[in-house]
């Protein structure tokens, strides 16, 4: 492929197997991915207080010590009103509070787009590709966009919506009162016919120039495009959607958007070269770039050509902004979708970050959020500098671990109702990693990158607190995820390990009671040995896959997902049963995990 023409070019070999929900790519070692709403339509004081099932669109930013998510959500489906805009907000990323809504739900009245009459329509909805915007002043402004349903020419997007509103992020997390930032005054909307009034009639002489601030920023507003689609001479460039960007050392500007777009700009947005990126593969679902706190750049999407198949969420990193290498996996995880609904694209959907301008956090990680099925919401943190290799053996306890802090070189998928944390458990000096896990549809998760090699000994100790619910499935995988040794502590309390391609007994754990797992694993002759508590169970036996080398130590509350495929179709299926009821706790700690250098025979 020729690259010398495209503004920002992929040069690396690493391409996503999209049979696979991982991709089967490395993962940047030490992802945190946490469940910031889990949606529960028989109990909305579990979720949102709504209980609308369609939650979409993400945006963060960070402001006076927090972070704060925006997300539109519906009843059902994409573009199927009522809609509205919910905030929540988090001291540190991990753990959220429940949703308010920041844009409520408003009647549409009759209006008029090129002067044809527009029908009265009973309710908006939202959609936004901008939530934040941080002021000169130090301000935090909110924003969102009211669209036309049912679809009209295109949905809320096509430029016959009403317009965009703003207000005022308080300290204290109250709001200011909601205005209109700019009509669709094409499509017939202005201060007559629409429930807010215009910015400018303000009596907030800050407000009103901080609103005046961002509506002069033409990188920002370029967000805009898709919704407004004015010809009024607004929009550098028309036609993009989606848009992203960041600065090059040299000030001029990368833009990112949708369907391997992109442009440079070198005047701030006033004007842009663009063109066509086939080196990043993807389809309709957003990219994020951003530089990164320590001055490299990192982009993520879905490198999946499959537009209602968005999987996996992966990451290309790079020095200068232009030049990107090395794919890998951010979030692998597709659990099911639990409820039926239009347009619900399996997978990690609209990935965006914090805007430049919009807040650095002090751990200096790559923070990304995105929408799961089109139904929860999630938050993933990167750790910066990315990387996708470790070079020391494992020798992990979890004691200078702040109990349900960030766990150093752990990768972490953490569903609200299945979350991975440290506790203080056996004590307050002896903490152990615990995955709980009692959502009836996913699993908790935790993986441990270890150097890669061809001859390795492993070596954790694990109990359950219980038996008769659940079950631990731990693996040693190579970088792809291809299976070398399986280890089942299974809900009737016996331990089954994959020999081959068999399941058999390797004999029984008890609840409460500490179990330590020794593997010793040789890829050169393709077998492994297995001791329990010092005693041998296993010797010479086969592996799963006969894998070159591994490097990845899994525990995870289930066994591994093959639902949904390429093949699923996103408008068939059911609601899941008992989706909302919480299932029956199955709890399993970690107290340590080694790793050194082994050879068999």
Same mark, same amino acid.
């Given at each position: 492929?020729?690259?010398?023409?495209?503004?920002?070019?992929?040069?690396?070999?690493?391409?996503?197997?999209?049979?696979?929900?991982?991709?089967?790519?490395?993962?940047?070692?030490?992802?945190?991915?946490?469940?910031?709403?889990?949606?529960?339509?028989?109990?909305?004081?579990?979720?949102?207080?709504?209980?609308?099932?369609?939650?979409?669109?993400?945006?963060?930013?960070?402001?006076?010590?927090?972070?704060?998510?925006?997300?539109?959500?519906?009843?059902?489906?994409?573009?199927?009103?009522?809609?509205?805009?919910?905030?929540?907000?988090?001291?540190?990323?991990?753990?959220?509070?429940?949703?308010?809504?920041?844009?409520?739900?408003? !009647?549409?009245?009759?209006?008029?787009?090129?002067?044809?009459?527009?029908?009265?329509?009973?309710?908006?909805?939202?959609?936004?590709?901008?939530?934040?915007?941080?002021?000169?002043?130090?301000?935090?402004?909110?924003?969102?966009?009211?669209?036309?349903?049912?679809?009209?020419?295109?949905?809320?997007?096509?430029?016959?919506?009403?317009?965009?509103?703003?207000?005022?992020?308080?300290?204290?997390?109250?709001?200011?009162?909601?205005?209109?930032?700019?009509?669709?005054?094409?499509?017939?909307?202005?201060?007559?016919?629409?429930?807010?009034?215009?910015?400018?009639?303000?009596?907030? /002489?800050?407000?009103?120039? /901080?609103?005046?601030?961002?509506?002069?920023?033409?990188?920002?507003?370029?967000?805009?495009?898709?919704?407004?689609?004015?010809?009024?001479?607004?929009? /550098?460039?028309?036609?993009?959607?989606?848009?992203?960007?960041?600065?090059?050392?040299?000030?001029?500007?990368?833009?990112?958007?949708?369907?391997?777009?992109?442009?440079?700009?070198?005047?701030?947005?006033?004007?842009?070269?663009?063109? !066509?990126?086939?080196?990043?593969?993807?389809?309709?679902?957003?990219?994020?770039?951003?530089?990164?706190? !320590?001055?490299?750049?990192?982009?993520?999407?879905?490198?999946?050509?499959?537009?209602?198949?968005?999987?996996?969420?992966?990451?290309?990193?790079?020095?200068?902004?232009?030049?990107?290498?090395?794919?890998?996996?951010?979030?692998?995880?597709?659990?099911?979708?639990?409820?039926?609904?239009?347009?619900?694209?399996?997978?990690?959907?609209?990935?965006?970050?914090?805007?430049?301008?919009?807040?650095?956090?002090?751990?200096?990680?790559?923070?990304?959020?995105?929408?799961?099925?089109?139904?929860?919401?999630?938050?993933?943190?990167?750790?910066?500098?990315?990387?996708?290799?470790?070079?020391?053996?494992?020798?992990?306890?979890?004691?200078?671990?702040?109990?349900?802090?960030?766990?150093?070189?752990?990768?972490?998928?953490?569903?609200?109702?299945?979350?991975?944390?440290?506790?203080?458990?056996?004590?307050? !000096?002896?903490?152990?990693?615990?995955?709980?896990?009692?959502?009836?549809?996913?699993?908790?998760?935790?993986?441990?990158?270890?150097?890669?090699?061809?001859?390795?000994?492993?070596?954790?100790?694990?109990?359950?607190?219980?038996?008769?619910?659940?079950?631990?499935?731990?693996?040693?995988?190579?970088?792809?995820?291809?299976?070398?040794?399986?280890?089942?502590?299974?809900?009737?309390?016996?331990?089954?390990?994959?020999?081959?391609?068999?399941?058999?007994?390797?004999?029984?754990?008890?609840?409460?009671?500490?179990?330590?797992?020794?593997?010793?694993?040789?890829?050169?002759?393709?077998?492994?040995?297995?001791?329990?508590?010092?005693?041998?169970?296993?010797?010479?036996?086969?592996?799963?896959?006969?894998?070159?080398?591994?490097?990845?130590?899994?525990?995870?509350?289930?066994?591994?997902?093959?639902?949904?495929?390429?093949?699923?179709?996103?408008?068939?299926?059911?609601?899941?049963?008992?989706?909302?009821?919480?299932?029956?706790?199955?709890?399993?700690?970690?107290?340590?995990?080694?790793?050194?250098?082994?050879?068999?025979?």
């Amino acid at each position: 492929m020729d690259l010398s023409s495209q503004i920002v070019r992929y040069l690396g070999t690493e391409t996503a197997n999209t049979d696979y929900h991982d991709g089967q790519l490395r993962p940047a070692v030490g992802v945190h991915s946490y469940q910031v709403l889990r949606a529960n339509r028989s109990h909305p004081d579990r979720a949102d207080g709504f209980g609308w099932t369609y939650n979409h669109a993400p945006m963060l930013a960070y402001w006076n010590g927090r972070f704060y998510l925006e997300y539109l959500s519906n009843p059902i489906g994409e573009h199927v009103p009522p809609g509205h805009t919910l905030l929540t907000t988090s001291a540190d990323g991990l753990h959220w509070g429940k949703p308010e809504v920041v844009f409520p739900v408003i !009647d549409v009245p009759e209006g008029v787009y090129q002067g044809y009459p527009l029908p009265p329509y009973s309710q908006a909805v939202m959609h936004q590709r901008m939530g934040f915007y941080g002021a000169p002043d130090g301000r935090l402004l909110v924003l969102g966009f009211y669209g036309c349903a049912p679809v009209t020419l295109g949905g809320p997007n096509d430029g016959m919506g009403l317009g965009r509103v703003v207000r005022e992020v308080r300290a204290g997390d109250s709001f200011g009162p909601i205005y209109f930032l700019r009509y669709n005054r094409h499509a017939g909307w202005d201060e007559m016919n629409t429930p807010f009034p215009f910015y400018q009639t303000s009596g907030d /002489a800050g407000f009103v120039a /901080a609103c005046d601030a961002l509506l002069a920023d033409k990188l920002m507003t370029l967000q805009w495009w898709e919704e407004d689609r004015s010809s009024d001479g607004f929009y /550098a460039v028309e036609g993009g959607k989606a848009l992203s960007y960041y600065h090059l050392p040299d000030g001029r500007v990368i833009g990112l958007w949708k369907f391997s777009r992109a442009g440079i700009s070198a005047d701030e947005g006033a004007s842009w070269t663009t063109g !066509d990126v086939p080196s990043l593969v993807m389809s309709g679902a957003k990219i994020w770039g951003q530089r990164t706190s !320590d001055g490299a750049y990192a982009l993520v999407y879905n490198p999946n050509p499959d537009g209602s198949h968005r999987w996996p969420l992966a990451l290309v990193s790079g020095e200068d902004g232009v030049a990107f290498d090395n794919l890998l996996c951010v979030c692998g995880e597709v659990p099911p979708r639990r409820y039926i609904g239009t347009y619900k694209d399996f997978g990690q959907n609209y990935v965006r970050g914090i805007a430049e301008g919009n807040g650095l956090p002090p751990d200096e990680g790559l923070w990304v959020a995105y929408s799961m099925n089109k139904e929860d919401i999630w938050v993933s943190r990167i750790p910066v500098p990315v990387r996708w290799a470790v070079d020391e053996p494992v020798d992990d306890t979890f004691n200078e671990v702040e109990p349900g802090g960030l766990i150093p070189n752990w990768n972490i998928y953490s569903p609200r109702w299945a979350p991975v944390s440290v506790i203080a458990f056996p004590s307050a !000096d002896n903490r152990s990693l615990e995955l709980r896990d009692y959502d009836p549809y996913d699993y908790a998760k935790a993986e441990r990158v270890f150097p890669e090699s061809a001859r390795v000994t492993i070596e954790f100790k694990v109990t359950a607190r219980h038996t008769g619910v659940g079950q631990l499935q731990v693996e040693v995988v190579d970088g792809g995820g291809r299976l070398a040794v399986l280890i089942v502590l299974d809900a009737d309390g016996i331990i089954r390990v994959k020999e081959g391609g068999h399941l058999v007994s390797a004999g029984i754990y008890r609840p409460r009671a500490w179990l330590k797992v020794r593997v010793r694993i040789d890829a050169g002759i393709h077998q492994f040995d297995l001791e329990l508590d010092d005693r041998p169970l296993i010797e010479g036996g086969a592996l799963a896959m006969p894998v070159r080398t591994v490097e990845r130590l899994v525990f995870r509350t289930g066994p591994r997902r093959r639902e949904p495929t390429l093949d699923t179709n996103r408008f068939e299926g059911a609601d899941l049963p008992h989706a909302d009821e919480p299932a029956m706790p199955a709890v399993f700690c970690v107290n340590y995990v080694r790793t050194g250098a082994h050879s068999l025979g």
